[in-house]
């Protein structure tokens, strides 16, 4: 089993001398290995494959789980959609009323895809011992917006905050269960995925998301197990309230100032981001990965506890010249400033 230190080991990121990176990416695997998304999101052991792959052919400084923001939302009871090469989807909207709030289970983790997921993280543990692997989950109002419907949940936190926070109390005691069974499959950290959290103010993304995020920190994360709290939705707007949780990173989206958000992690905590998927990963050229990664890096070069990485999950049927640029523009500048 793998057990990595992973107060050390981000202590450890920090103090080097060259910058390490660590992308999002988990469908470039599934790709190599010749399965679709439907395989690799409803099967455990395909899953493992894929990072497995990716493990073998890049030097990222951890294995990423495939960021799937649809997992915990089915195991409540959420209709999903599974295109055969795209990432699933929620149908719908779980939960009508309040009433349905007050009505609703928590549900326990042999519902839907859980035991796959925790399959997928628990052979990555087993076998890819080099480096850490890190799971992933969705963070607790993002799963509320998947359950309620993103835009009632906005509106809910005004007309009725009782209601929301109940539902997100709801979905945070699931996140911690399940947490703590990623943790037990032998994973040595998890990337939350808070997005929708992004659209809302300072004051409002800490009482409806990092406080209860903050809680969740409390119970999961030890020096065996590390929170990295991710938000491609904060454009700065939010980035001192994603800093209250105490998580030992933060992941940012492309749409943020990267020196601007530097400037407000703590110092012994990793700050990570934010090649765009999109533009640059999928639809870039690979003269534009380099030069996006080169500009990045330069601006960047103050802040020793600075990780590279995408600026979220990178997507299905990303080129593998643009990832390939990636790195090797990562090690140019490396290797320059050596």
Same mark, same amino acid.
């Given at each position: 089993?793998?057990?990595?230190?992973?107060?050390?080991?981000?202590?450890?990121?920090?103090?080097?001398?060259? &910058?390490?990176?660590?992308?999002?990416?988990?469908? %470039?695997?599934?790709? $190599?290995?010749?399965?679709?998304?439907?395989?690799?999101?409803?099967?455990?052991? &395909?899953?493992?494959?894929?990072?497995?792959?990716?493990?073998?052919?890049?030097?990222?400084?951890? +294995?990423c789980v495939i960021m799937d923001l649809t997992v915990e939302a089915e195991a409540f009871g959420a209709e999903i959609l599974f295109p055969e090469n795209e990432v699933p989807s929620v149908i719908g909207r779980l939960l009508n009323d309040e009433s349905a709030i007050e009505a609703l289970q928590v549900p326990d983790l042999t519902k839907g895809r859980i035991p796959e997921y925790l399959?997928?993280?628990?052979?990555?543990?087993?076998?890819?011992?080099?480096?850490?692997?890190?799971?992933?989950?969705?963070? %607790?109002?993002?799963?509320?917006?998947?359950?309620?419907?993103?835009?009632? @949940?906005?509106?809910?936190?005004?007309?009725?905050?009782?209601?929301?926070?109940?539902?997100?109390?709801?979905?945070?005691? /699931? $996140?911690?269960?399940?947490?703590?069974?990623? *943790?037990?499959?032998?994973?040595?950290?998890?990337?939350?995925?808070? %997005?929708?959290?992004?659209? $809302?103010?300072?004051?409002?993304?800490?009482?409806?998301?990092?406080?209860? =995020? *903050?809680?969740?920190?409390?119970?999961?994360?030890?020096?065996?197990?590390?929170? @990295?709290?991710?938000?491609?939705?904060?454009?700065?707007?939010?980035?001192?309230?994603?800093?209250?949780?105490?998580?030992?990173?933060?992941? /940012?989206?492309?749409?943020?100032?990267?020196?601007?958000?530097?400037?407000?992690?703590?110092?012994?905590?990793?700050?990570?981001?934010?090649?765009?998927? =999109?533009? @640059?990963?999928?639809?870039?050229?690979?003269?534009?990965?380099?030069?996006?990664?080169?500009? $990045?890096?330069?601006?960047?070069?103050?802040? %020793?506890?600075? &990780?590279? +990485?995408?600026?979220?999950?990178?997507?299905?049927?990303?080129?593998?010249?643009?990832?390939?640029? /990636?790195? +090797?523009?990562?090690?140019?500048?490396?290797? +320059?400033?050596?």
């Open positions: 089993m793998n057990t990595i230190n992973m107060k050390q080991w981000v202590d450890q990121l920090i103090a080097r001398k060259d &910058v390490t990176a660590i992308p999002i990416m988990t469908h %470039p695997g599934i790709e $190599l290995i010749g399965k679709t998304v439907r395989d690799a999101v409803t099967d455990g052991q &395909v899953h493992y494959e894929a990072i497995k792959a990716l493990y073998e052919k890049y030097p990222s400084a951890a +294995s399959k997928a993280n628990r052979l990555a543990a087993e076998h890819l011992t080099e480096r850490p692997v890190l799971a992933g989950c969705i963070g %607790p109002y993002s799963l509320a917006g998947r359950l309620y419907d993103m835009s009632e @949940i906005m509106m809910l936190i005004y007309i009725n905050p009782d209601a929301a926070r109940m539902l997100l109390a709801k979905c945070s005691e /699931f $996140l911690t269960n399940y947490c703590l069974a990623l *943790k037990e499959a032998g994973a040595n950290g998890v990337i939350m995925a808070e %997005p929708a959290a992004g659209l $809302l103010s300072n004051e409002d993304c800490q009482q409806f998301s990092s406080e209860f =995020v *903050k809680d969740i920190i409390a119970k999961v994360q030890d020096e065996h197990f590390a929170v @990295i709290l991710h938000n491609c939705g904060n454009m700065g707007n939010c980035t001192k309230a994603m800093v209250y949780t105490g998580a030992m990173g933060y992941h /940012f989206g492309n749409k943020i100032d990267m020196v601007e958000a530097l400037k407000e992690v703590p110092s012994d905590a990793l700050a990570m981001g934010n090649i765009d998927p =999109v533009s @640059i990963f999928k639809m870039g050229s690979v003269d534009t990965m380099k030069q996006s990664v080169q500009a $990045l890096l330069d601006a960047t070069q103050a802040y %020793p506890n600075f &990780v590279l +990485s995408s600026g979220c999950d990178t997507p299905p049927h990303t080129p593998f010249a643009n990832i390939d640029a /990636f790195y +090797s523009a990562l090690n140019e500048y490396n290797t +320059s400033r050596i």
